[in-house]
Structures are given as C-alpha cells and as structure tokens.
C-alpha cells in the first residue's frame, strides 16, 4: 500500500486548505484512514480518522468544527478539508492508514504518506 499525500501550501490566518491522499492499492475501503501533523520540534498528532466505509469520523478537539475528514472510495482517495486555519495549524501534515484499528494512536497505523507542509502566516 502506497500513500500520496498532497494539497498543501501557504495561507493566510482564516484561510482554507484541501489535502489529499492518493492510495495504490485494490482494498482502499477496508482500510481505516487517519490524518495526523507534526509541527517542528513536537511530536506527530492527530488530527482525524475516517472508517473505511465512511461511516464514522473522529476528530482532535483541537480542530473539531473546522476540518473535515472525507474519502471517495472509488477514486482511492481520502481528503482533509481545513476551514478557519490558525497559525497554530502549521505543520507536515500525513495521511495513513490501518486495518482493523479505530483509534488515534499514530504508532498503530500501518502505512504512512510521505507529508505535505501546511504554513499558516498571521
């Protein structure tokens, strides 16, 4: 299983980003996909999941309310649509996936993207 994660860039403070994940792959739907960021010096977080039916999400307090985590099954690929970025936001921001585990421990993922950096300027 190979990840792609693309999308991001420099905004402005109240901006809005969309990250994407491309997934290789014949089973992309049975694999339960996370976001998660990782701001210079600090460890990797999370930020969302998304079960692989789509069925049920799961976000970080810290963005609850201004990210949305999607998937399009038939295209591979999983998205994060970040609304009202603060600087606080700015990180390298990976996508990754697990099979069979629901939670937000980055360690229990199984494939990871190779990143994509989110800058948010005030």
């Known amino acids: 299983v190979q990840l792609q994660a693309s999308g991001g860039g420099l905004v402005q403070a109240g901006g809005s980003l969309k990250l994407s994940c491309a997934v290789s792959?014949?089973?992309?739907?049975?694999?339960?996909m996370g976001w998660f960021r990782q701001a210079p010096g600090k460890e990797r977080v999370f930020v969302a999941r998304?079960?692989?039916?789509?069925?049920?999400?799961l976000y970080a307090d810290s963005v609850k309310g201004r990210f949305t985590i999607s998937r399009d099954n038939a295209k591979n690929t999983v998205y994060l649509q970040m609304n009202s970025l603060e600087p606080e936001d700015t990180a390298v921001y990976y996508c990754?996936?697990?099979?069979?585990?629901?939670?937000?421990?980055?360690?229990?993922?199984?494939?990871w993207g190779q990143g994509t950096l989110v800058t948010v300027s005030s």
């Open positions: 998304i079960t692989g039916s789509g069925s049920s999400t």
């Open positions: 990754a996936a697990t099979n069979g585990y629901w939670g937000v421990n980055y360690k229990a993922y199984d494939y």
């Open positions: 792959g014949r089973t992309f739907s049975s694999y339960n």
